[in-house]
């Protein structure tokens, strides 16, 4: 798991195909690595990687076709930054909000507008992934945990402060780019209840158990 809260900018330092999916290594520029094993868990722009060698600047991960198909990772090209984030230990801060860094799909930016100091900031998702985001509620973009302003159909809005731009790839963002969107884990979990019947089935016992049914 993670909190959405950006470590450290890296770089794509090269993509190396590997049978079909690819090998990725990142030059993760000042994030220390003195801590992280072979095995060990790290989100590259919000998409979960397994550490599988450490190298003098960076490590490397594999990517499989899955992560490649639901994310942006396999269409940057060496130099392109990342947004960093080591796994979260049970004694870290949970400054964002649980993050699994399992990517649901890409997003788009579609205008960016100054806010004050801030910056506002639209992006448009498929309608799969559109019913999982609410006003007010959190979403991880690029691997940067968010809180949403408003929702118009596909597309949704959030307030970027000058700090998160200056230490996220959101300084390189430009509209029409491609972004990771990981809706709230909650809201996924809530639909699969509701979807499949669950809920009504879990009050039903509830309401049995203590006598009310």
């Known amino acids: 798991m993670f909190t959405g809260i950006i470590?450290?900018?890296?770089?794509?330092?090269?993509?190396?195909?590997?049978?079909?999916?690819?090998r990725l290594h990142i030059d993760t520029a000042d994030l220390d690595l003195s801590d992280v094993q072979l095995g060990d868990s790290i989100a590259v722009s919000g998409a979960c990687l397994t550490v599988v060698t450490l190298e003098s600047r960076g490590f490397a991960a594999d990517v499989s076709n899955e992560t490649l198909s639901l994310t942006t990772l396999g269409k940057h090209k060496p130099g392109d930054p990342v947004n960093l984030e080591k796994a979260l230990r049970l004694a870290d801060r949970l400054g964002g909000h649980l993050v699994s860094g399992h990517v649901d799909g890409v997003g788009k930016v579609v205008s960016i507008a100054p806010d004050g100091r801030s910056q506002r900031w639209t992006?448009?998702?498929?309608?799969?992934?559109?019913?999982?985001i609410a006003s007010k509620g959190s979403i991880c973009i690029d691997g940067t945990s968010l809180t949403v302003n408003e929702v118009n159909g596909q597309r949704f809005g959030v307030n970027l402060i000058p700090?998160?731009?200056?230490?996220?790839v959101f300084h390189a963002r430009r509209a029409g780019d491609a972004v990771n969107i990981e809706v709230d884990v909650v809201a996924r979990y809530v639909e699969r209840l509701i979807?499949?019947?669950?809920a009504s089935r879990i009050d039903e016992a509830f309401l049995k158990q203590h006598g009310f049914a």
């Open 7 to 22: 470590q450290s900018v890296g770089r794509v330092a090269r993509l190396e195909p590997r049978g079909g999916d690819v």
């Open 123 to 132: 992006f448009e998702v498929s309608a799969q992934l559109s019913r999982y």
């Open 163 to 168: 700090h998160t731009v200056e230490h996220t």
């Open 195 to 198: 979807g499949g019947g669950e």
